[in-house]
């Protein structure tokens, strides 16, 4: 028998359910991770963590349906999640998770300095404190050598396939929640890319 697996990484757990060929439940599993607020306006989460966490859900499914053979895996995630990482795919920080909103200054300057208008027509997103723009401007800015350091920066959704296939890949879907994606043409915003300082070369595929 064979089942497919949807695994969702949220932001303090995640789930995974075991779906037969027909749609019918076999097996559900869980497993906790925390957040952290190293400073005010901070909240991260360990990608070590949460891989531990995807980790102990599929091996969970697997010891419940011993005798059948897992044919498929779908993803979801929380949104807006970003961190750097080096050539080998290695964290070079915490994840910055959906609630984090250090880089309120960083949104604020790019707001007197590109229109806000025309950023939200061409990617859907203002230039506000989750998306990747201020993120990036912010990685640039208060950690220099890290920035020119890092190969990628991905989420955690990015980072998980990642370690399961060894592929950088993100889909449309949470590639239009990054304020990066020209959401018109499905491709990385030239401009968008210029305010945030990233080649597409150090985003994930599209997908």
């Known amino acids: 028998m064979e089942y497919y697996i949807g695994l969702d990484l949220g932001t303090s757990r995640c789930k995974a359910v075991a779906l037969s060929t027909v749609g019918k439940v076999l097996a559900k599993a869980s ?3 925390g957040l952290s607020s190293p400073s005010p306006g901070w909240v991260e989460q360990a990608p070590a963590q949460v891989w531990e966490g995807a980790l102990s859900c599929l091996e969970q499914l697997i010891h419940q349906k011993p005798e059948a053979r897992a044919a498929g895996l779908c ?4 949104m807006h999640s970003l961190f750097p990482v080096d050539n080998l795919g290695n964290p070079l ?8 909103c250090r880089a309120q200054a960083q949104s ?18 203002p230039l506000q404190p989750q998306y990747f723009p201020a993120r990036l401007t912010w990685w640039r800015e208060t950690h220099p050598n890290i920035f020119q350091q890092a190969a990628f920066f991905v989420g955690m959704k990015d980072w ?16 239009s929640t990054t304020g990066l994606l ?4 499905l491709e990385w915003d030239p401009q968008a890319l210029d305010v945030a300082g990233v080649s597409a070369r150090r985003l994930p595929q599209l997908v």
């Open 31 to 33: 497993a906790s991770y």
């Open 75 to 78: 993803l979801s995630g929380a």
């Open 93 to 100: 920080s915490a994840a910055m998770t959906w609630a984090d």
């Open 108 to 125: 604020e300057a790019l707001r007197r300095q590109f229109d806000n208008g025309s950023m939200i027509h061409r990617t859907g997103c």
């Open 160 to 175: 998980i396939l990642y370690r399961l296939t060894e592929n950088w890949a993100i889909d449309l879907g949470m590639a």
């Open 182 to 185: 020209d959401i018109h043409r």
